[in-house]
């Protein structure tokens, strides 16, 4: 069973083009309502910033240096492997 998180009523203000296109979304039945087509679109922008975040994050990483620290705990950990 899936429990819907609480929405928060919001109001935004669209320019007259923006709002045509979502119509016609909504209207093609792409979308069952404005609110559903906004809420999936910002949603889809978040994620799209946080994933945008994590690879700059990573980029910063030392590649050699993390290869190294694999290694380190691979070698560690497999004396503790057993044998097959």
């Known amino acids: 069973m899936v429990i819907p998180m609480p929405r928060s009523k919001i ?19 792409q979308f069952p309502s404005r609110s559903r087509a906004i809420e999936l679109a910002v949603a889809e922008k978040l994620e799209r910033l946080e994933h945008r975040r ?4 990573s980029a910063k990483l030392d590649p050699a240096n993390e290869k190294a620290l694999a290694e380190e705990g691979l070698s560690r950990d497999a004396a503790a492997w057993p044998t097959y």
Not at 11 to 29: G, M, P
């Open 11 to 29: 109001a935004i203000s669209l320019d007259e083009r923006t709002l045509e296109r979502l119509d016609r979304l909504v209207t093609a039945r």
């Open 54 to 57: 994590l690879a700059r994050e």
